[in-house]
């Protein structure tokens, strides 16, 4: 995909962490360049939702600032959240590019923000995860998220599952690929844990753009604005809009949320919506 916007005469700092893992050594330019692409996706979004400004900003996961550095450059009047797991990356974005930094959990319900964000970026975190951390970490970004606020994260969809299904080597080696496949092909989402068990809850997430837009009606305050395949390297590109009671659940709600599954509560029926109109 060509640039969307010209960023060469930005001034970003280019200092990279000596831990940062994101670097390629073979590849050094493609860390920049996923960083620039991320800015430019979020220029897209802000001519989509007719959003001039962001002057609060969530960056999770950050890491060491692959794609903050850009974000600081560019909006250089914002507060900007510096979130991951990896406490390294935080210290390392508040100090390099003066981040509000906060140490997440593995529970994204337990992160303590006490504030909403005009703009949260999430760049390859739902990639990773089971259906059920999936869900809540939804629920949590649009928790998050203040009105008239975007949400913009990454997927792994079609273009991932093709390169699988192809024998592409090097892409990920250390799961299984054929469950994946099976499960994906079945019903639009599927996990499989890497083999390793230090990293344990954790591995590849895939999901089709229909299971996407399913999973979006449980939100009525969610708007779809955009779903970009491949927009990201290989990963597609979902930004979303949010706006207060904005569409009634009429078609129902086919998966459900992630708190009420872990209480053991039901989903409503598709009847049960529609009979409510008539009862007004």
Not at 84 to 94: E, I, K, M, Q, T
Not at 169 to 189: M, P, Q, W
Not at 263 to 269: I, L, V
Request: charged share 25%; proline share 6%.
């Amino acid at each position: 995909m060509k640039p969307l916007y010209d960023f060469s005469s930005l001034p970003v700092d280019r200092t990279i962490a000596p831990r940062d893992g994101m670097v390629a050594p073979d590849m050094p330019e493609q860390y920049f360049d996923l960083g620039r692409r991320a800015l430019e996706l979020i220029k897209f979004s802000s001519e989509l939702c007719d959003k001039p400004h962001y002057p609060d900003i969530l960056d999770l996961p950050c890491g060491h600032g692959r794609v903050l550095r850009w974000l600081r450059a560019h909006y250089g009047y914002a507060k900007i959240t510096a979130c991951d797991l990896d406490r390294d990356g935080v210290d390392f974005c508040a100090k390099q590019f003066g981040a509000l930094p906060v140490y997440s959990e593995p529970d994204l319900r337990q992160v303590p923000f006490k504030a909403q964000f005009d703009l949260i970026w999430v760049g390859s975190l739902v990639t990773h995860l089971s259906q059920d951390r999936w869900l809540a970490t939804l629920d949590c970004l649009v928790k998050w998220t203040r009105e008239c606020g975007v949400i913009i994260f990454t997927t792994q969809g079609r273009c991932y599952t093709s390169l699988l299904a192809r024998g592409r080597r090097n892409v990920t080696e250390n799961i299984d690929k054929a469950a994946l496949l099976e499960e994906f092909s079945r019903t639009g989402f599927a996990y499989q844990k890497y083999f390793e068990k230090e990293h344990g809850d954790y591995g590849v997430a895939v999901t089709s753009p229909e299971w996407l837009m399913r999973t979006l009606q449980r939100y009525p305050d969610i708007i779809m604005r955009s779903y970009l395949e491949e927009a990201w390297g290989m990963q597609d590109v979902v930004i979303l809009y949010k706006k207060g009671g904005h569409y009634e659940p009429v078609l129902g709600v086919p998966e459900m949320n992630a708190d009420r599954t872990a209480t053991g509560a039901t989903t409503p029926k598709k009847k049960n919506f529609i009979s409510g109109f008539f009862e007004r």
